[in-house]
C-alpha cells in the first residue's frame, strides 16, 4: 500500500497538502484544474520534487527521502520517454541493462515485452520512425520490464487522437491487471478516468483528497472540478 | 551527486590551473626594478595596435557585411562558411600569406615595382595590422551579419515601402543595429590583439613593435630576466582582464559562434549600389583568400624535400593537438553548466604568456622547465580553448538534462551509464566540433612552446618559424602547407565524427 500522511508541498507562491491518503494496487485517475499541482504531485512521488513536510510510505517503509532512483517507481512522462539517438530496443532495454550486451533472457523478455505492446519486430528502428502511439507503446513496454510496483503517468497519451487513446488506455488497463502495481495516472479527460480508473484522486483548491469513487465523484462534483469539468467538456 | 563532485573537483583544477601562474608571477614581479621605458613602449603599443586592429577590421566589416547581406551571388553561402575558418587557421599561415602578397617580394610589391614605385615593408606595425585584420575582418563580418538577422523582417518591409534609401536606410535601420553590435565586436578583437603574440613576433619587433606578450618572452628568451618579465606579466595581465571584463559587460550574450543566415529582403537600390557591393566582396575574396592561395602555391612543391625534422615536429604536434583536445574535453564535460562556464572562461582573460611564464616559475622550483615544453603545451592548450568549447558545449548539454535527467533517474542510470547512453551521444554532434576546434588550435599554436621549447621537441610551427629566422623559406613555405592540411584535416575529422550518422 502507499501511503501518503500530512504531505504539504510549496513551490513559490504555489502550494498543496494533503492529510492521509491510501493507495492499493489497482488504477488511479489523478483529476483537477489545470495548475492545480497533478503534475507536481506525480513529481513528488516520484522524488524529483521534495516536500516541505510529510511522509510517503510504501509497504510500510519511508520513501519520502529516497533519491529518485532508489524508488520503488516507473514513470510515463509527458514527453521525452524515449532516448532519441537509440533504437527502441536500446531504449526498452535499459530497463534491464545498462550494459551493452543483452543476455539472451534480457533479450526474450524485452521481445516479449514489445509483442505485448504491438511493437514486434520494430526493434531497430528510431522513435523518430515511430507514431506517436507507438512512441507511447515503446515507453508502456518499458515501464513493464521495468516492473515496479508503483506506476507514475503524467498525461501519457494528451498528444494521441481519440480512438488511439482508447486504445492505449485499454492497454495500460490490460498491463495493469496483469502485473498488478499501484497505478497514477493524471488525465485531463474525465472520460479516460471512466474508462479505466474505478478510483481518483482529486487535486483541487490546494488540497489532495481520495481515494474517491469514480463515478460517484464524476456524477457528483465538488465546485472546483464542477467549474473545471463545465469549461473543459 | 557524483556529477557534482566531478564538477567541483575539475573547476577547481582549472582556477588553480590559472590562479596559481597568476600568484606566482604577482610574488615574482613584486623582486625586481620598476618599470623602465622599454616597457612603457611595449604597453603603448599593445594599446595603439589593438585600438587600430579593432576600429579597422570593424570599419571594413560593415560595408562588407552589408554587401553580404543583400546580394545574392553564386558560392554566397561558400564564402559564409569560410569567414568562420580562419578562427582555426594557424597564426603562421596568415602570416606567410601576408608576406607573400605584401611582403618585400610579395605581390603588391612586385606590381607597385612595374610602375617604379620603391617596395614598402611590411615589418612594424603595418604588417601587424595586416594580420589582425586578416584574423578580425571574418569575425567582425559575421558578427555584424548576425546583427542583421536580428533587424525584425518587419522594419526591413517596411523601408522597402517608404522607399528608404543610402544614408536614410543607413540612419533607420542600419545604424541602430550597429549601435548594438559594434561595442561587442570592437571588444572582442581589441581583447584577441592585446594577447597577440605569434603577430608581433614574426612581423613586428623591435622598440617600436613589441607587443606586452613579445616583451615577456624577450625578458625571458635574451635577458633571463624573470623579474622583468613576471613585471610585464602582470601589466598584461591587468590590462587583459580589465578589458575582457569591460567586453563581457557591454556585450551580454552576444555569441559568436553561430551566424545565423537568414535572407534579408531589401527594395532596389539601384546598380551604383550593386557595384559597389561586389567591389567589396570581390575585395574580400582576395584579401582573405590570396595569402592563402599564395601560401600553398609557394610550399606545395617543396613537401616532397621537406627533411625528417619537420615530419617528426608535424607528428609531435598531432599527438599534442590530440593530448590537448583530450584534455580540453575531459574537463569542459563537467563544467557544462553556468558556473561551470564562468570559471572556464576565465582563462580568456589571461594570455598564454602570461600563464607559461607563471607555470615556467612554478615549474623550475623543482624540474628543468625546457624538459616540461610538450606537457605545459598540452595543458595550456586545453586551458586556453576551455572557453571557446564550454560557449559551444554549453546550451546543447543543458538540453540533455533538462529533457532527460528525470527519464535517467526513473531508469536508475548511474553516472557512467548516463554519460555512456545519453549525455556523450545525444552531444556528438556539438563535441565533435568543439574537438575539431580544440585540435585546430593547438596545432597552429605558436605562444607557449616558443617559450619553452627547444629544436629537439619542436611543433610544426616552431619549426617552421624556425625555418624562417634562418631564412630556408622554401622549407618554411613547404611546412606551412603541411601544417595548413593539418589543421583543416584534423578540424574536418573531428567535425565529420559528430556529423556521421547522427539522425535520430
Redesign the interface.
Known sequence: MLKINDLDIHQGDFHLAADALTLTPGIHAVLGPSGAGKSTLLSVL???DRPQRGHISWQGRDITGL???QRP???V?QD??L????TIY?NIA??LT?KSRVTADQHDRIVQAMDRVGLAGMGDR???QLSGGQISRAALA?VIL?AQPILLLDEPFAALGPALKQDMLDLLGDVAMQTGPCVLMVTHDPADALRIAPKTILVADHKITGTHDTRTLLENPPPALAAYLNTST | MAHRIVAIITGGLVAVLVLAPLVTVWGWAQTGRAIGAGDWAALRFTLLQSVLSALLSCALAVPLARALVRRRFWGREWVMTALGAPFILPVLIAVMGVLAVFGQNGLVNRALGVFGVEPVSIYGISGVLLVHVFFNLPLATRMIVQGWSRVPAEHLRLAGQLGLRGWAMFRVVEWPMLMRVLPSALGIIFVICLSSFAVALTLGGGPRATTLELAIYQAFRYDFDLAKAANLAVIQAALAGAAAVITVMISGHESVSNTCDRAVFWSHDGWPAAVWDSLWIVAAIAFLGLPIAMVVAQGITGIASLGGSVWWAAGRSIAIAAVSTALCLALALPLTTRWGEVIGTAGLAISPLVLGAGLFLIIRNFANPFDWALVVTCVLNAVLSLPFVLRILRPPAETIRVNYTRLAQSLRLGPTAWLRWVFIPRLRQPLGFAAGVTAALSMGDLGVIVLFGTSEQATLPLKIYQLMGAYRMDQAAAGAVVLLALSLGIFAICDYWGRRDVKD
Open positions: 516520484a522524488g524529483f533519491a529518485p532512483a517507481v516507473a514513470m512522462f521525452n520517454n532516448f532519441p539517438h537509440l536500446r535499459l530497463a545498462q528510431k522513435p523518430a518499458r521495468q
